[in-house]
């Protein structure tokens, strides 16, 4: 099975600071997304990312960044956070091509204080 | 992205048909998917159709695609409390998904 990792469920930031938020993936999936997640607006992409140090923005990336340095890690940059990006952030794999679906980790639920 | 609308609560009541109701406006995605959100958790895959078909089965769910009118349902039979979750539908545009706001369904004894 696909596994995809965040490696916080909980974060606890103060405004301004530069918060990273990490994924790991173990599948050698070409392409990986970060989303947020709020309600009644469903998942909206910030950024992908379909090879390692390419990206691309998504439909909201201002206040954001992203890196690829390895193929199995994608990390979300908020460069000066503020309180709304207080969010859920989930990120997600999926190979380039054909029938596979995006594979999601259990999300980063981040609080701007 | 392009849009993709979904009624935001269902109630059904334990062991009744539960349907789920999306409309989409890209009539050149690919693929829809259906994926579920327990709470606390990520999205997790439930099942997903490709353009060229009207319907799919897999256990207790259907999937039915109208592609000239742009809808797709899920359709969850005998719902059990288990069943209660957020439900997304999500179109597929190259490597892109472009979700709806999310169903949530709860199922009442």
């Known amino acids: 099975d696909v596994k995809v990792t965040q490696s916080s469920r909980y974060l606890v930031k103060r405004t301004g600071e530069k918060v990273f938020l990490e994924c790991v993936q173990d599948?050698?999936?070409?392409?990986m997304f970060w989303y947020r997640q709020d309600p009644g607006l469903g998942l909206r992409l910030i950024y992908f990312s379909y090879d390692v140090k390419m990206k691309e923005k998504g439909d909201i990336p201002e206040g954001y960044s992203v890196s690829r340095e390895k193929k199995e890690r994608f990390s979300l940059i908020l460069e000066s956070a503020s309180t709304n990006q207080t969010s859920m952030y989930l990120c997600?794999?999926?190979?380039?091509?054909?029938?596979?679906?995006?594979?999601f980790g259990d999300g980063t639920r981040l609080s701007i204080l | 992205g392009e849009d993709v609308e979904q009624s935001l609560f269902l109630s059904v009541r334990e062991g009744d048909s539960s349907v789920i109701n999306c409309t989409y406006t890209?009539?050149?995605?690919?693929?829809l998917y259906w994926y579920k959100q327990e709470p606390g958790a990520g999205l997790q895959l439930l099942t997903y159709i490709f353009s060229n078909m009207d319907m799919k089965q897999d256990q207790r769910l259907t999937v039915l695609l109208n592609k000239k009118d742009k809808h797709l349902s899920l359709r969850i039979a005998d719902t059990q409390t288990g069943d209660s979750a957020i439900y997304f539908c999500a179109e597929r545009d190259d490597y892109k998904l472009s979700f709806g706001a999310g169903t949530t369904v709860t199922v009442r004894a």
């Open positions: 997600a794999s999926s190979l380039k091509q054909g029938t596979q679906p995006q594979h």
């Open positions: 890209d009539s050149s995605s690919t693929y």
């Open positions: 599948m050698d999936h070409e392409n």
